[in-house]
């Protein structure tokens, strides 16, 4: 590089620091207001707690008091409720530990090993994602429950029974089997960034292959190993689907049935503790997972020659097909079964399914599609333009929601609904805010990614020109950052169409989308009817994997 390529990277540098610590007035209050409105469904809910618990520490002192509030927190501290905090810490232990002995060794089968095939086996193994965990849960009880189709093959062998798939075990089992990849693609992502010679250099010195992955890859890897297994912890956390279709008593289950029951005090208080366990799981990966990230830093190293597996080889891909058809073959085994099943007039009347309710989950999602970038922008310009305190405390306060588990967003808004806007409660817009609300950090995200790598100079240059801020916004910024707009639109809307808890809780009477029809005949006991929707989420939720893959960097 010259001195004059450097001191022209340095003036730019410089020009985007100075950028970066203006505040504008008018971004600044925008986006705090977009911020405030997104958080206000969990403090609404953090009120409705707080009364709860006010109540309670009156009643001493007056003569008649609410016996529901009372015996609500009473029951919040019972040995039940506290069981149910011990079912779902036992659910997120185990199915993070499980993701971990699966996801861990195929990233390292994929990226450093001679595996035959690893291609297709990173294709394979990513595929488990676009399965919606409650589509996962429904197609194992459908083929490993009391009545289904393994116990009809077993039966003319006079095996009359075969080990229970409900309960701590099936929804565990379910929901590894479905969350891996993201332990999975997160390592992955680190191998490949991973300086190969390292791992040579420690050959060279005497150590096994695994005892040099142990002292040098994987301390550089960590941080991605730890940021899958924090999505794996906080999705089995937050899981509304397979523990209620599994019978097994976490905390969303628990929830969905006090709110069915109109236990809804009850609810809020589970809903307070839960996201207080959410909070504890983020602090604990901060500490565990915050190290130094230069390990994702890509070092410029070719790619040394891959580790011989020699007599494993075979163990391995057995290892890597037994996955893709736990994960993929049998659900889709089971829904293509159905579906031939389900011939027309099959099942009780009132059960059919139309082509509406697809309709229905189309038009919400683009509503909360569109309406979650309209919001991202405003707040990721002014997140990757501007540098305080001020900017830090909007864009993650815009990401509470996302780490809200959907039970309780969807309860949150329940409750104001009710209380302070009964003509908003069970409607399209309230349906739309709470998916806003859900997934505007997926927008704000690939949005703040655009604008970085937009030069500053080029608004500065239109500003020279006589345009005002918003001028040059629209005139130079905006067509340059549109498709990471669109990208953003994309995932709201991919995650939306698949959103299950908050969709039941929130959606309009007579509004039913793929969601809540698949929900209905399964609770129904009508599997067949669910086939067609559930396979047409599958084929959506493949849109996203297909963007995650075409930017997967292989190596030959």
Known sequence: ??????????????????????????????????AAVVLSPVLWLFVQGFDVTAQLSLTPFVVEFDANVFGALGELLQASTLDVLLNSLLLVIAVTAGSLVIGVPLAV?????????????????????????????????????????LADLLEPLGIAEIPVIYGFEGA??????????YVFLTTRASLLSFDATQFEAARTLGHSPLAAFRRVTLPQILPGVTAGALLVALYALSDFGTPAIMHYDAFTRVIFVEYNTFARDFAALLSIQLLLVTVVILAIESQVG???????????????????????????TLFCAAVAFLCLVVPMGVLVMWLFRSAPGYGAVGFEFEWVYGFNSVYVSVLAALAAVVLAVPVAYLSARTDSAITTVIDRATYVGYAAPGVVLGLAL???????????????????????????????????????QVDPKLTEAARTLGHSPRTA?????????????AAGAALVFLTTMKELPATLLLHPTGFDTLVTYIW?????????????????????????????????????
């Open 109 to 149: 089968l994929t990226v450093q090993t001679d595996l035959p095939f690893r291609r297709f086996w990173t294709v394979v193994c990513a595929l488990p994602l676009v399965v919606p965990s409650y589509i996962g849960a429904f197609a194992f009880v459908s083929a490993f429950g009391p009545r289904g189709v």
């Open 414 to 452: 329940v409750f104001f609904g009710a209380n302070f806007a009964p003509s908003l409660y069970q409607t399209l817009p309230l349906l739309v805010f709470a998916y806003v609300v859900r997934f505007l950090p997926q927008a704000v995200g690939t949005v703040r990614s655009s604008v970085l």
């Open 1 to 34: 590089m010259s001195t004059d390529d450097r001191l022209q990277r340095l003036a730019d540098q410089t020009s985007l620091g100075e950028d970066r610590e203006s505040l504008p007035l008018g971004l600044t209050l925008v986006s705090g207001a977009i």
């Open 290 to 316: 915050g190290g130094d990230t230069s390990a994702y830093v890509t070092r410029g190293q070719g790619r040394s020659d891959r580790v011989g597996l020699g007599w494993l080889k075979l163990p391995a």
């Open 520 to 556: 209905l005949v399964q609770g129904a006991g009508y599997y067949g009817r669910a086939a067609v929707p559930a396979l047409v989420l599958v084929g959506i939720s493949a849109l996203s994997m297909v963007v995650i893959l075409a930017r997967e960097r292989y190596n030959g």
């Open 473 to 485: 916004f629209r005139k130079v910024t905006l067509p340059l950052i549109a498709p990471g707009v």
């Open 172 to 181: 565990a089992l379910v929901l590894t089997l479905f969350t891996y990849p």
